[in-house]
């Protein structure tokens, strides 16, 4: 009898375990209290603020619909998670990375290869989104770009009567110059892997020619080939460094260069927020890394910084376009790119901010191109390879690494 | 009550890992709807793969240093906190408190002393050594990572030896102390030869858990600098959640699972001898 009780008890809590998670699903999608509840998912935790204001002010002129703000920490792998259990967000925003073409090649997206909103879009970003997730159809909408520039301090450049580099040449003697004065040139922060990746997608998207991941397919060249370049030059920057660059990490980086610790700043424009959260005084410029001897050829890694996608298993479709529809409308789209210090991917909108000043001239013309690692598969980990390269500086073996991952992966899939 | 325990875990422990074991013959990515069986092709490439022979290597070099600490110093803390002293019970919660703390947050404090309270005291002290963070050194950033696993862990262990010292009988030390005994082969003979399936059962948990190491990995290195630090855990979570190679990533959980049971195995069995011959 006792043994029935406990049977019949164990199987029930097991059932209402099981039956908990299938309703907590359905609340999501029906509707709570005669309102439509959608969710927005995105991937960045410096925006949330942002995108609470503009919710707010989308629910007011929408009261029958309720947009939730999802932001969890790891928000790549929580929405690749979620993908696996078939439970995904009605609107996604991520940037135009792997985790978005894994998503789109998977189906999980609706197709928007015709939606009237692209025709407002510059067409170079729609084609990025194209490229990253390699199919013929536009599955997201491309709202903002960032830009991966050099940092620099202006107040330093001033007092040691510099002026903005435009050649590699230049550049190495800017910092040769700061060195001379005692002070640092870079701030690197390779404690944390990821940080190695700006200068080294800009060093590689202005040296690795225009086919290199198309060639590379096709086994017509290597990373020994295209990418010796960027290597011996990424190496040559290592030695403008500090002493404890190993040691810190990408937040002791931002603080350490808001308190005027370094000339320059390889980083992003993504960080200039935090930045200036850490010394709002601080006067700081921004200017395209100079990779080569030839200005007019330098091209400004831009990315895909924010897409929205609209989910296949959304319950309402309609109102996550309504949302997407509200955020891209010019206020409001300006009004995030005001406090995001982003650039927006719609025809027309430009960035006015004096502190991005240096990179209009590169927006202007056009001359941008996407970050190469967005074409690298995660599995191969290119950071660890690089913070790896940062301590042994061996070129040499850095790219037969490359090549031999590169080989690795694809033999596994 | 059995039959409740049995059907939990094998709904939520029996099943996933069997589910496991079956996508590790695919080539599933973790998200598609398809995936196709490809025998043992993942094994094949899991032998090859240098990162994953990296990964072993690191996470037995940390477990095997992390056990022998973690067992001398909770030893000897157990028996410290054994003895008749002032403020016992206090000293024994502070003792466990590490157990309680979160791993992370353990991980983001001392990330913090490694960062910038260490570095400062090297250079004071003029040892270059210490005088920048150790856990961006490739030599030695896995000293940092074992630091943090022993601190945290000798506080459990602890508790376990304590439980054990309270089954020696105490006649037994009083008999010892009429011939004269030292303090050293009261411990040689009497206390270390009776708390033996305590220190079988310490030796085995240890080892297992350093085996799987993985959040004080996150919270402190991420695995780096480069790969030096990428224990086995992480680098399954890394390729095969963030990697997309959730087959290929399901194979080496495969193996890691069979190397982490013989060598739990094959410590008890010989442990346990030992114990018999005491």
Request: proline share 4%.
């Given at each position: 009898?006792?043994?029935?009780?406990?049977?019949?008890?164990?199987?029930?809590?097991?059932?209402?375990?099981?039956?908990?998670?299938?309703?907590?699903?359905?609340?999501?999608?029906?509707e709570?209290?005669?309102?439509?509840?959608?969710?927005?998912?995105?991937?960045?935790?410096?925006?949330?603020?942002?995108?609470?204001?503009?919710?707010?002010?989308?629910?007011?002129?929408?009261?029958?619909i309720?947009?939730v703000?999802?932001?969890?920490?790891?928000?790549?792998?929580?929405?690749?998670?979620?993908?696996?259990?078939?439970?995904?967000?009605?609107?996604?925003?991520?940037?135009?990375?792997?985790?978005?073409?894994?998503?789109?090649?998977?189906?999980?997206?609706?197709?928007?290869?015709?939606?009237?909103?692209l025709?407002?879009?510059?067409?170079?970003?729609?084609?990025?989104?194209?490229?990253?997730?390699?199919?013929?159809?536009?599955?997201?909408?491309?709202?903002?770009?960032?830009?991966?520039?050099?940092?620099?301090?202006?107040?330093?450049?001033k007092?040691?009567?510099?002026?903005?580099?435009?050649?590699?040449?230049?550049?190495?003697?800017?910092?040769?110059?700061?060195?001379?004065?005692?002070?640092?040139?870079?701030?690197?922060?390779?404690?944390?892997?990821?940080t190695?990746?700006?200068?080294?997608?800009?060093?590689?998207?202005?040296?690795?020619?225009?086919?290199?991941?198309?060639?590379?397919?096709?086994?017509?060249?290597?990373?020994?080939?295209?990418?010796?370049?960027?290597?011996?030059?990424?190496?040559?920057?290592?030695?403008?460094g500090?002493?404890?660059?190993?040691?810190?990490?990408?937040?002791?980086?931002?603080?350490?260069?808001?308190?005027?610790?370094?000339?320059?700043?390889?980083?992003?424009?993504?960080?200039?927020?935090?930045?200036?959260?850490?010394?709002?005084?601080?006067?700081?410029?921004?200017?395209?890394?100079?990779v080569?001897?030839?200005?007019?050829?330098?091209?400004?890694?831009?990315?895909?910084?924010?897409?929205?996608?609209i989910?296949?298993?959304?319950?309402?479709?309609k109102?996550?376009?309504?949302?997407?529809?509200?955020?891209?409308?010019?206020?409001?789209?300006?009004?995030?790119?005001?406090?995001?210090?982003?650039?927006?991917?719609?025809k027309?909108?430009?960035?006015?901010?004096?502190?991005?000043?240096?990179?209009?001239?590169s927006?202007?013309?056009?001359?941008?191109?996407?970050?190469?690692?967005?074409?690298?598969?995660?599995?191969?980990?290119l950071a660890?390879?690089?913070?790896?390269?940062?301590?042994?500086?061996?070129?040499?073996?850095?790219?037969?690494?490359?090549?031999?991952?590169?080989?690795?992966?694809?033999?596994?899939? | 009550?059995?039959?409740?325990?049995?059907?939990?875990?094998?709904?939520?422990?029996?099943?996933p890992?069997?589910?496991?074991?079956?996508?590790?013959?695919?080539?599933?990515?973790?998200?598609?709807?398809?995936?196709?069986?490809?025998?043992?092709?993942?094994?094949?490439?899991?032998?090859?793969?240098?990162?994953?022979?990296?990964?072993y290597?690191?996470?037995?070099?940390f477990?095997?240093?992390s056990?022998?600490?973690?067992?001398?110093?909770?030893?000897?803390?157990?028996?410290?906190?054994?003895?008749?002293?002032?403020?016992?019970?206090?000293?024994?919660?502070?003792?466990?408190?590490?157990?309680?703390?979160?791993?992370?947050?353990?991980?983001?404090?001392?990330?913090?002393?490694?960062?910038?309270?260490?570095?400062?005291?090297?250079?004071?002290?003029?040892?270059?050594?210490?005088?920048?963070?150790?856990?961006?050194?490739?030599?030695?950033?896995?000293?940092?990572?074992?630091?943090?696993?022993?601190?945290?862990?000798?506080?459990?262990?602890?508790?376990?030896?304590?439980?054990?010292?309270?089954?020696?009988?105490?006649?037994?030390?009083?008999?010892?102390?009429?011939?004269g005994?030292?303090?050293?082969q009261?411990f040689?003979?009497?206390?270390?030869?009776?708390?033996?399936?305590?220190?079988?059962?310490?030796?085995v948990?240890?080892?297992?858990?350093?085996?799987?190491?993985?959040?004080q990995?996150v919270?402190?290195?991420?695995?780096?600098?480069?790969?030096?630090?990428?224990?086995?855990?992480?680098?399954?979570?890394?390729?095969?959640?963030?990697?997309g190679?959730?087959?290929?990533?399901?194979?080496?959980?495969?193996?890691y699972?069979?190397?982490?049971?013989?060598?739990?195995?094959?410590?008890?069995?010989?442990?346990?001898?030992?114990?018999?011959?005491?």
């Amino acid at each position: 009898m006792k043994k029935a009780l406990a049977l019949i008890m164990s199987s029930a809590l097991t059932f209402s375990l099981l039956s908990a998670c299938a309703n907590k699903a359905e609340q999501n999608a029906s509707e709570s209290g005669g309102k439509v509840k959608i969710e927005f998912f995105h991937y960045k935790p410096e925006a949330r603020g942002t995108f609470d204001k503009l919710i707010e002010k989308f629910e007011k002129e929408n009261p029958n619909i309720d947009v939730v703000n999802a932001n969890p920490p790891d928000a790549g792998t929580v929405l690749k998670a979620r993908a696996a259990k078939r439970d995904m967000p009605d609107i996604v925003g991520v940037g135009a990375d792997t985790t978005f073409a894994e998503l789109a090649k998977a189906g999980m997206f609706e197709d928007v290869t015709k939606a009237p909103e692209l025709n407002n879009i510059q067409p170079s970003y729609i084609q990025m989104v194209k490229d990253v997730s390699g199919l013929e159809r536009v599955y997201a909408i491309p709202y903002a770009a960032n830009a991966d520039a050099v940092i620099y301090n202006k107040a330093i450049f001033k007092e040691l009567g510099l002026s903005v580099p435009k050649t590699w040449d230049e550049f190495i003697a800017a910092a040769e110059k700061i060195k001379a004065a005692g002070k640092t040139p870079f701030y690197f922060t390779f404690k944390d892997a990821w940080t190695t990746l700006p200068a080294y997608n800009a060093l590689a998207a202005n040296t690795q020619g225009e086919t290199f991941f198309q060639d590379l397919n096709q086994g017509k060249t290597s990373f020994e080939k295209g990418y010796k370049e960027a290597t011996e030059k990424f190496v040559e920057l290592l030695k403008y460094g500090h002493k404890d660059q190993f040691g810190k990490g990408y937040a002791d980086g931002n603080v350490a260069f808001a308190k005027g610790e370094s000339a320059m700043y390889l980083q992003g424009i993504w960080a200039i927020p935090e930045i200036k959260k850490a010394n709002p005084n601080i006067e700081l410029g921004v200017f395209p890394y100079p990779v080569t001897n030839n200005p007019e050829q330098t091209k400004l890694v831009s990315g895909v910084d924010l897409l929205f996608a609209i989910s296949k298993t959304s319950k309402h479709p309609k109102e996550a376009k309504k949302f997407i529809d509200f955020l891209l409308k010019e206020e409001n789209a300006k009004a995030y790119m005001a406090e995001q210090n982003a650039f927006s991917a719609i025809k027309g909108l430009t960035q006015e901010d004096p502190m991005l000043e240096g990179l209009k001239e590169s927006f202007a013309k056009g001359a941008l191109v996407d970050f190469p690692d967005h074409y690298i598969p995660p599995s191969i980990n290119l950071a660890n390879l690089l913070q790896q390269l940062t301590h042994d500086q061996d070129v040499g073996k850095f790219l037969k690494t490359m090549d031999a991952e590169w080989e690795k992966v694809k033999g596994r899939k | 009550m059995t039959v409740p325990a049995v059907v939990l875990f094998a709904v939520f422990h029996t099943f996933p890992a069997l589910q496991g074991i079956f996508y590790s013959f695919t080539n599933w990515d973790g998200l598609s709807l398809t995936y196709d069986f490809v025998g043992l092709k993942n094994y094949y490439y899991l032998f090859q793969d240098e990162n994953v022979w990296h990964s072993y290597l690191f996470t037995f070099q940390f477990a095997i240093v992390s056990t022998v600490l973690v067992n001398v110093l909770s030893l000897a803390i157990a028996i410290g906190l054994n003895e008749k002293i002032k403020f016992k019970n206090f000293f024994r919660a502070v003792y466990f408190l590490p157990n309680v703390l979160s791993v992370l947050i353990v991980g983001y404090i001392f990330n913090y002393l490694f960062a910038n309270v260490l570095p400062l005291w090297g250079e004071k002290l003029g040892i270059e050594a210490l005088s920048t963070n150790i856990l961006g050194s490739e030599k030695w950033a896995w000293v940092g990572i074992v630091i943090v696993a022993v601190w945290q862990a000798c506080a459990f262990n602890t508790i376990l030896y304590l439980a054990g010292l309270q089954t020696v009988p105490s006649e037994l030390y009083e008999a010892s102390s009429l011939d004269g005994a030292s303090k050293w082969q009261n411990f040689r003979h009497i206390t270390f030869p009776m708390i033996a399936p305590f220190f079988t059962i310490n030796m085995v948990l240890a080892m297992k858990n350093f085996l799987m190491v993985f959040d004080q990995v996150v919270a402190l290195t991420g695995g780096g600098p480069g790969r030096a630090t990428e224990s086995i855990s992480l680098h399954i979570y890394n390729g095969g959640f963030q990697g997309g190679e959730f087959a290929y990533q399901s194979a080496n959980s495969v193996i890691y699972f069979i190397v982490i049971m013989a060598v739990s195995i094959a410590q008890i069995k010989f442990l346990q001898k030992r114990e018999v011959d005491m």
